[in-house]
């Protein structure tokens, strides 16, 4: 299995508040991405990473922010959480863009109230 | 605009064959990926077609007709550990997935 990992694995938190979700792996894997996965709604793509630094936009952006600082971690931001950004969200890595098959982490269950 | 259609749910019958389909509308086409996915998991990759035709992997098949616009999925040998939704998701132009909602396939003994 691909080494990757999320943190934290569930969390709760109030309305207007920031919360961070880690995404880390071990693979050296240049491409990252962070997904939402809501009920009746394909995997969405919020934002991704091509590099340390490297981050673009994905279909979903409004309200959240994106940081790679270090090839092994991707961070995902939400400025002030809202109860439309209850979901779970993945991470996943490539090694390169498109074709390669992309290796997902375990998922936060995040819950916004 | 870009979609992926595919079926909510399916059911099936343990050691029987099943077919899920997938048509797919993207700007420009790359390719067509399936994942399977089993209930508070996370996704994990299962094939990636970008020919037409059939590709086997043990009791697995994929198919793509870029003509058609169109996939699927063939699942034998049924077993209730295949109790899973199974995602389709088309890659267009930019290299970018667009996914289907996903199937939910329910095996019955």
């Known amino acids: 299995d691909a080494g990757i990992t999320q943190s934290p694995r569930h969390k709760v938190t109030e309305t207007g508040t920031p919360v961070t979700l880690r995404c880390h792996q071990t693979?050296?894997?240049?491409?990252m991405y962070w997904y939402r996965q809501d009920p009746g709604h394909g995997l969405r793509l919020i934002h991704y990473?091509?590099?340390?630094?490297?981050?673009d936009k994905g279909e979903v952006s409004d309200g959240y922010s994106v940081s790679r600082s270090k090839t092994e971690d991707f961070l995902l931001t939400l400025e002030s959480a809202t109860s439309s950004q209850t979901s779970v969200y993945f991470c996943?890595?490539?090694?390169?863009?498109?074709?390669?098959?992309?290796?997902f982490g375990p998922g936060t269950r995040l819950t916004v109230l | 605009g870009q979609n992926i259609d595919q079926p909510t749910e399916m059911t099936a019958t343990e050691g029987a064959i099943v077919q899920i389909n997938c048509t797919y509308q993207?700007?420009?086409?790359?390719?067509l990926f399936w994942y399977q996915q089993h209930a508070g998991e996370a996704p994990t990759f299962l094939s990636y077609?970008?020919l037409d035709g059939l590709e086997e992997k043990g009791r697995f098949s994929s198919f793509l007709s870029r003509s058609k616009g169109y996939s699927y999925l063939l699942l034998k040998e049924l077993q209730m550990k295949d109790s899973a939704s199974y995602l389709c998701?088309?890659?267009?132009?930019?290299?970018?997935?667009?996914w289907g909602a996903g199937t939910k396939l329910i095996i019955k003994p």
């Open positions: 996943a890595i490539s090694r390169g863009k498109g074709r390669d098959e992309q290796f």
């Open positions: 693979e050296n894997h240049r491409y």
């Open positions: 990473s091509y590099g340390v630094k490297d981050t």
């Open positions: 993207t700007s420009g086409f790359n390719g």
């Open positions: 077609n970008v």
């Open positions: 998701a088309g890659l267009d132009s930019n290299y970018q997935l667009i």
